[in-house]
């Protein structure tokens, strides 16, 4: 089964600084890239970056290019989004989930479509 568990968000001012984290299990980073997708109020949901150890790739929505970064530690099992000079519009619900494609902009979008098996997400909150 399935598991995923967020943590690391909150409230901080814009220009800073937070790092999320994403503890995985019922799967192996070797067979599956993993990817963090954002939501939003009022918004759908988004894909944010993601990570395959497997290809060596990493992936990010051009919104965060050069802001944040996607790091994955096998051993543990988790996937981490340091996400740096943080903006209002970062403020969203984040999620992680496995892609069941290459990591990419395409397997974001397949991921969004026909995940089901979401955790409860992160809040972070930028404030201005």
């Known amino acids: 089964e399935v598991q995923l568990v967020e943590s690391g968000g909150g409230l901080v001012q814009a220009g800073g600084s937070l790092r999320l984290s994403c503890a995985a299990s019922g799967f192996s980073f070797d067979d599956y890239a993993v990817g963090w997708f954002r939501q939003a109020p009022g918004k759908e949901r988004e894909g944010v970056s993601c990570?395959?150890?497997?290809?060596?790739?990493?992936y990010y929505v051009d919104s965060v290019k050069g802001r944040f970064t996607i790091l994955s530690d096998a051993a543990k099992n988790t996937v981490y989004l340091q996400m740096n000079r943080l903006k209002p519009e970062d403020t969203a619900v984040y999620y992680c989930?496995?892609?069941?494609?290459?990591?990419?902009?395409?397997?974001?979008?397949?991921?969004?479509?026909?995940?089901?098996?979401w955790g409860q997400g992160i809040q972070v909150t930028v404030s201005s």
């Open positions: 990570i395959s150890d497997r290809d060596e790739k990493t």
């Open positions: 989930a496995p892609l069941s494609r290459i990591c990419g902009g395409y397997g974001m979008q397949y991921t969004l479509r026909s995940f089901s098996s």
